[in-house]
């Protein structure tokens, strides 16, 4: 009775039938006749009104709901040929073995859905073949594998990883994630004030963007997609794009490790790296050949390097170390800035140090490029500064300077 009464609320989501009656009119009262006249009348509405009430939140159990479910299943491993969709506030609970979820085509939830809401997400993988979509207030414990999209609605929970090879990646807003999130070539977005703890990667190209308030305790890391990070957001790690992306991070951002557009020590790398006003860096801002441009009221607590780009240190703004270039590109100090360590390029490149500026070190232009320091900024040519640029002629493309390496990996 109970498994027939699942069945006729998951038929009635979906189709409504039109109830008829014919009656002789001869062979029965006149009241008889108009009496049942109203019941027909009801019965007839009778699926228009259902679809007026609002549908039951249905718990399914596997292993023994599995075939309302449209799934089969072989021990703990099961198979949904005809994708798996589940309705508002419908919950799915699973043994405590590790369980297997194959879905063929879609797998969705209405607003609401709980799957395997009070079990380990390490017990329950997850493999869609097309796309994923989770309903605003969803709840989700399971690793998962998509073929297509993976979308959570806003004010989501989520614990396990996301993997995609294309799809792109959307947690909504003020929504958590407790795992990893990895594309190969596809986007990953994360909404306004969410939080995700975890790493966050593409290993080939795909825009990774953070949105306005969130917070990331994990890194991010592309080999040829933009980052990006929205205003007032917390990034407790690093970022690195290896080979072509550029990172642009809103005002107010917090980084605690370090921003760059290349491996450390790598000559490779040519994404432009730009920080917004009042942000916060732990750790260096590197790159080969992007250039960098620091915005005002931003303070930088390692170096600032490049190979080829223009370094651009904005008025009021503040680096904790050193400011080099190991090849050419100007290097532009603005008005009441600080850099606590030495300012140089070490083949070509002009230096401009602004009004009120104040180094901690040595502003040196090694080879070629003109050396500019304004009457009433402030050169302490402290050989004992914090953060210096290396000595001696760094080659390009190939670094052979061992302190220079050690800029990148700082």
């Known amino acids: 009775m109970i498994n027939l009464f699942r069945i006729t609320l998951r038929s009635l989501r979906i189709h409504s039938k039109s109830v008829s009656l014919q009656l002789e009119p001869s062979c029965y009262p006149a009241s008889w006749r108009a009496n049942m006249r109203r019941w027909v009348f009801w019965l007839a509405a009778l699926p228009l009104l259902l679809l007026w009430l609002p549908a039951q939140?249905?718990?399914?159990?596997?292993?023994?709901?599995?075939?309302?479910?449209?799934?089969?299943?072989?021990?703990?491993?099961?198979?949904?040929?005809?994708?798996?969709?589940?309705?508002?506030?419908?919950?799915?609970?699973?043994?405590?073995?590790?369980?297997?979820?194959?879905?063929?085509?879609?797998?969705?939830?209405?607003?609401?859905?709980?799957?395997?809401?009070?079990?380990?997400?390490?017990?329950?993988?997850?493999?869609v073949t097309g796309n994923t979509k989770l309903g605003a207030n969803s709840t989700l414990h399971a690793n998962l594998t998509g073929g297509g999209i993976v979308i959570t609605g806003s004010n989501s929970h989520v614990i396990g990883d996301i993997t995609t090879i294309a799809g792109v990646v959307t947690i909504g807003n003020n929504s958590t994630l407790t795992g990893k999130i990895k594309t190969d070539s596809a986007a990953i977005n994360v909404g306004d004030d969410s939080t995700v703890t975890g790493d966050i990667t593409t290993t080939v190209a795909g825009v990774v963007s953070i949105g306005d308030r969130s917070t990331l305790n994990g890194n991010i890391s592309t080999t040829s997609g933009a980052i990006n990070v929205g205003d007032a957001s917390t990034i407790n790690g690093s970022i690195l794009t290896t080979l072509a992306g550029a990172i642009t991070l809103g005002t107010n951002v917090k980084i605690t490790g370090n921003v760059a557009t290349t491996y450390q020590g790598s000559v490779i790398g040519a994404g432009a790296i730009v920080i917004g006003g009042g942000s916060q860096i732990g750790g260096s801002v590197t790159t080969n050949?992007?250039?960098?441009?620091?915005?005002?009221?931003?303070?930088?607590?390692?170096?600032?390097?490049?190979?080829?780009?223009?370094?651009?240190?904005?008025?009021?703004?503040?680096?904790?170390?050193?400011?080099?270039?190991?090849?050419?590109?100007?290097?532009?100090?603005?008005?009441?800035?600080?850099?606590?360590?030495?300012?140089?390029?070490?083949?070509?490149?002009?230096?401009?140090?602004?009004?009120?500026?104040?180094?901690?070190?040595?502003?040196?232009?090694?080879?070629?490029?003109?050396?500019?320091?304004?009457?009433?900024?402030?050169?302490?040519?402290?050989?004992?500064?914090?953060?210096?640029?290396?000595?001696?002629?760094?080659?390009?493309?190939?670094?052979?300077?061992?302190?220079w390496r050690q800029i990148f990996m700082h």
């Open 57 to 127: 939140a249905i718990t399914y159990k596997l292993p023994s709901d599995s075939a309302l479910l449209g799934c089969t299943h072989q021990g703990q491993t099961y198979t949904c040929n005809a994708g798996l969709p589940l309705a508002a506030g419908d919950i799915l609970t699973i043994p405590s073995a590790v369980t297997i979820i194959n879905i063929i085509g879609d797998f969705t939830t209405g607003d609401g859905g709980q799957i395997n809401a009070d079990g380990d997400a390490s017990k329950l993988s997850i493999n």
């Open 289 to 403: 050949t992007g250039a960098v441009t620091i915005a005002s009221s931003t303070k930088v607590d390692g170096n600032v390097a490049t190979n080829d780009g223009a370094i651009t240190v904005e008025a009021s703004a503040e680096i904790g170390g050193a400011v080099c270039t190991g090849n050419s590109g100007a290097i532009t100090i603005g008005a009441d800035a600080k850099v606590e360590g030495s300012i140089e390029t070490a083949k070509a490149g002009a230096i401009t140090v602004g009004t009120r500026a104040e180094v901690g070190g040595s502003v040196t232009v090694k080879q070629a490029g003109a050396k500019t320091i304004v009457d009433d900024a402030i050169i302490h040519n402290n050989v004992t500064a914090n953060g210096k640029c290396p000595n001696g002629k760094v080659t390009y493309p190939k670094i052979q300077s061992r302190q």
